[in-house]
């Protein structure tokens, strides 16, 4: 067995979860008990110290194997390897240690044979993440995870508060069952893409598995070529997203099913770029036909700034055959008839962000001329994006969306303020 070090201690802990409000229509799914876990032993607190990637992988899970349901604290500056298969089967807090320092990574490693696990992390318990980069890219080789985290069990509530997510090929989130809360709040989510088939690239999909709660609150969603949601023709109890900036996001808003929505407050620009020569529909809102929950949708979708930039409108010339998302879909408009759907103050602005993403335009160039077609002949065009070209982020100086204050933008919320992310 590879060498590690935890440090075990009981301390006397109050646990205070800080949260932004994502709406009042949905405090019967949602509240903040809902997203507190809490592990059978509440006082236990585990400090793992890191992998070195040679004499040590696995640490991490290894300490909650030997521990169970626990807060532990990874160390500022570390990196904890995923080599193999990796089941969290306990009740865990995951947390970067107080003090200065770079964010605690959590990264895949290959074994010796090169071979590289499908899935970074499942988990059989409820797991919170916070002040963690992830990154889904293999230390030794760089290749990329197809999913980082797989949900094994039902019931599981996840949770990631002030982290950093980057790379990952088929999807981020992936449900195997149902029932699941998962929480994304004041994060970085950039890079989910498989270029070669853009159908890839999914924030969480849930697998056709009926979920209870889905939301993004106040995080940066980026560089990804598909599905926000992918929902597959089942029901989720309460699908929220607020105070968000998409950018450069392959797949327009697709909602099939969800009883409770609220979109609020959001900006998403260049996003359902993935067009179609059928439709241009971008809020594709569906009525679950054969579902007696049905007579209770109630959905807000309002204050939302949906523009493209330039660059796409060129392309939207050049290819006309090309339709741009950006209306409602039919079901849609008959729930606005039936007054379940309030549809309003939804508008386009083009924005000027301070320092955006250079856009991989020759790559989405080639997917507007072939309509998204064998994409796998241009899927060594530049696609994903850093910084600086040095693989690991550096806080405070990662790609941010800021506006003039002086735009609508800046006061089109529903009280008035910025919408967007604000970090």
Not at 52 to 73: F, H, K, M, P, Q
Not at 221 to 242: E, L, P, S, W
């Amino acid at each position: 067995m590879k060498l590690y070090k935890i440090y075990s201690r009981a301390i006397g802990l109050l646990f205070a979860l800080s949260l932004l409000c994502v709406g009042c229509e949905n405090e019967d799914i949602l509240d903040i008990n809902d997203l507190e876990i809490s592990p059978s032993n509440p006082e236990s607190v585990i400090i793992v110290e890191p992998d070195d990637g040679i004499t040590s992988v696995n640490a991490l899970t290894r300490a909650i194997n030997e521990n169970g349901d626990a807060t532990y604290i990874l160390r500022r500056d570390g990196v904890y390897y995923m080599e193999g298969k990796n089941v969290f089967k306990h009740n865990v807090v995951i947390k970067a240690e107080n003090g200065s320092g770079k964010m605690p990574i959590i990264q895949p490693i290959c074994d010796a044979q090169g071979a590289l696990n499908a899935d970074m992390i499942r988990l059989e318990g409820s797991a919170t993440f916070e002040n963690i980069y992830i990154i889904g890219k293999d230390a030794a080789t760089g290749n990329l995870m197809q999913r980082l985290f797989r949900i094994d069990e039902s019931n599981v509530r996840l949770k990631f508060d002030h982290c950093f997510i980057d790379h990952c090929r088929n999807f981020c989130i992936r449900t195997d069952n149902v029932n699941n809360k998962i929480y994304l709040n004041n994060s970085t989510i950039r890079n989910l893409a498989l270029t070669s088939d853009p159908a890839n690239g999914r924030l969480i999909d849930s697998r056709g598995n009926e979920q209870d709660s889905i939301v993004i609150n106040n995080c940066y969603v980026y560089n990804n070529t598909a599905h926000i949601v992918r929902f597959d023709n089942v029901v989720t109890n309460y699908f929220g997203i607020k105070h968000s900036t998409f950018y450069n996001v392959g797949h327009h808003i697709q909602i099939n099913y969800a009883i409770k929505v609220e979109i609020e407050n959001n900006i998403f620009a260049n996003v359902g770029w993935k067009s179609s020569a059928e439709s241009n529909v971008f809020w594709q809102i569906s009525i679950p036909k054969k579902d007696e929950r049905a007579q209770d949708i109630r959905m807000s979708v309002c204050n939302n700034n949906l523009f493209f930039s330039e660059e796409f409108e060129r392309l939207f010339a050049k290819y006309p055959q090309n339709l741009k998302r950006t209306t409602l879909s039919d079901d849609g408009y008959q729930l606005i008839e039936e007054g379940k759907l309030t549809f309003k103050d939804n508008f386009s602005e083009v924005l000027t962000f301070d320092y955006p993403l250079v856009l991989p335009m020759e790559y989405i160039d080639k997917f507007f001329e072939n309509m998204g077609s064998n994409m796998s002949k241009w899927a060594d065009l530049p696609f994903y994006v850093d910084e600086d070209g040095v693989e690991g982020i550096e806080v405070g100086k990662t790609f941010t969306f800021h506006y003039s204050t002086s735009s609508k933008s800046a006061t089109a919320s529903t009280t008035q303020g910025p919408i967007g992310a604000s970090f």
